[in-house]
């Protein structure tokens, strides 16, 4: 058996890259859907194709109850995590702030931001030397957009991967000394159905000519540098905000 890792949003875009991806490295994977249970389950099956163990898990990030019934359920099925990959993430609808409500902000913090501190929270319980736990690595889903704003198009979300950089610094400092690595990636423009959810289903090729690398980057492009923060390879790295956007 390999070590349990957890991919909230496991089941699209880069989450489900990361999952397959882990799998073929030996990682034992809980693949985290909210809604689509098809997809979950497809990864699922193709990384039991390839010979490897994994199980879909349901969990709403920004529901504690489903969460701690979610890393209930990973704990029973597969054994104590080793590792987790915050990407569950959602965008909105281009906006300026004067157009923006209360309600999208809570939507936007708390499945981006809480949720992700939410998992965090009860990773450290099974992984930390603290806790009797083995130590493990958590790989956090922020964005370029921390780092650009997104002005009139979704600075609610810009903002909340920036808590999501600074919660990152924080954390990994938290825990260094329990066993626990902590990092973020910051992907750029990455061709996934998340821009189809904001309302701009072609945002990777309107804006690809903004990139220095020229192109949008593939989740596999992303979930590469994710895999390689959850591995051993990566022992003295933490801390990183890591940029896999083509130079942007
Ligand atoms: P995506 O294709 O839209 O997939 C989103 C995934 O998150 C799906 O598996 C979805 O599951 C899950 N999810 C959404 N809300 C959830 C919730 N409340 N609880 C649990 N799971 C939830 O997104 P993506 O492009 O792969 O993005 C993954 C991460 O990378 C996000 O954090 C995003 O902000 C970040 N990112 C993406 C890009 C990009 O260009 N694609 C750039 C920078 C950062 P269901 O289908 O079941 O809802």
Redesign the pocket.
Known sequence: MGKVLLV??????????ACILAAQKGWDVAV??????Q??EGVVRQIEAAGGRAIAV??????ED?VLAMFQKVRSELGPLQGLV??????DVSARLDEMSMARWRRMF???VL??MLCAREAILQMSTKHGGQGGSIVN?????SRLGSPGQYLD?AAA?GA?DSFTLGLAKEVAAEGIRVNA?????????????GGLPN??KDLEHLVPAKR??S?ME?AQAIVWLLSEDASYTTMSLVDV?GGR
């Open positions: 909230t949003g496991g089941s699209r875009g880069i989450g489900a890259a985290n859907y909210s809604t689509n249970a997809a979950a349901q969990a709403d990030v920004a529901n489903q915050n990407n569950a993430g959602v965008v708390d499945i981006n949720g992700s889903l922020s964005s370029a957009a979300y991967k999501i990636i910051r992907p750029g423009l990455i061709d996934t159905e998340i821009h189809a959810s945002r990777v949008g980057g989740a992303v956007s």
